[in-house]
């Protein structure tokens, strides 16, 4: 049967992951293209999803926001091999609201916050001791007091225009399902791919 909804879909397989015990089900990988269409693709987290899309966060000074703002089109893909299964995204990307980035990095441990505030993501690093450095004197810049989000920090969000859901099955005879969107409003088309 194939359902006509890929988010409930994905939320189904996403799900399916963290109750096999799959460490970090929401690792995806990201792709991205620079104005030359020279790829570059790193793991990173997913932090939300809904029927808008899916959303991850990141410096904005790294070299993959530089390259969502250059080319605003991008693609996920997460894998979790010990239950056999695959999904890919792929479309536009949106900046996050800095209310949404706001209430996510409000909700980020205490040191994950000050790492955003240290890090200048894909810079040149002197040394370990210098980034340890950078920490510190962060961590005494915001000692008794909550840290706010830098305006360096925020989120993308993947609008998927379409997605493939792969089922491996023995003898390589994978289930590829994919939906394309047709319309803004959100409705899809799905059909099976040869494997």
């Known amino acids: 049967m194939i359902l006509d909804d890929p988010i409930q879909l994905f939320a189904n397989e996403l799900r399916r992951a963290a109750e096999a015990g799959i460490i970090e089900p929401n ?8 104005a030359n269409g020279h790829p570059s693709v790193r793991m990173v987290l997913l932090k939300e999803y809904d029927e808008r899309g899916f959303t991850f966060y990141t410096n904005l000074e790294s070299r993959k926001a530089t390259e969502l703002r250059t080319n605003p089109w991008a693609s996920i893909c997460l894998y979790w091999q010990p239950i056999g299964r695959q999904i890919r995204a792929e479309g536009p990307v949106k900046s996050v609201s800095d209310a949404e980035a706001d209430q996510y990095f409000a909700s980020r441990p205490r040191g994950r916050q000050i790492g955003a505030w240290a890090s200048k993501q894909s810079q040149e690093l002197a040394s370990r001791e210098a ?11 915001f000692e008794g007091m909550a840290v706010p989000r830098p305006p360096f920090w925020s989120g993308f969000r993947l609008v998927p225009l379409r997605m493939e859901f792969w089922i491996a099955d023995e003898f390589r005879l994978h289930d590829r399902l994919v939906f394309e969107r047709q319309d803004e409003n959100g409705g899809w088309h799905s059909y099976r791919i040869f494997p």
Do not use: I
């Open 27 to 34: 690792a995806m990988a990201l792709a991205t293209a620079d």
């Open 131 to 141: 980034l340890m450095d950078t920490v510190h004197a962060t961590e005494a810049r």
